[in-house]
Nanobody
Framework: QVQLVESGGGLVQPGGSLRLSCAAS????????MGWYRQAPGQERELVAL???????DYADSVKGRFTISRDNAKNTVYLQMNSLKAEDTAVYYC?????????WGKGTLVTVSS
């Protein structure tokens, strides 16, 4: 079992920045990759950014150059630094952990980009 707890969401103006955190606990060694997904109202959940155990990263085209995923292995925490935020980035952001048998999800944190 893996437990994921997100934090750092909130209200930000367009052009602003936020940093999301995801703290993992439990069977940490079983995690192959961790990522951030988001789901806007009326839309499907989509992958935003991913970081593998080896440190490789991948991003959705819509966030490349603006978002950065990173991790602190000592703290078992993954971060999503979001810069130059746009109204279309408004969504619930979910932390995800991939293991051999499937996925674990956090409860999500709301990011609202609005003036």
């Amino acid at each position: 079992q893996v437990q994921l707890v997100e934090s750092g969401g909130g209200l930000v103006q367009p052009g602003g920045s936020l940093r999301l955190s995801c703290a993992a606990s439990g069977s940490i060694l079983s995690i192959n990759a961790m990522g951030w997904y988001r789901q806007a109202p009326g839309q499907e959940r989509e992958l935003v950014a991913l970081i593998t155990r080896g440190g490789s990263t991948d991003y959705a085209d819509s966030v490349k150059g603006r978002f950065t995923i990173s991790r602190d292995n000592a703290k078992n925490t993954v971060y999503l630094q979001m810069n130059s935020l746009k109204a279309e980035d408004t969504a619930v952001y979910y932390c995800n952990a991939r293991v051999v048998i499937g996925h674990y999800w956090g409860k999500g944190t709301l990011v609202t980009v609005s003036s």
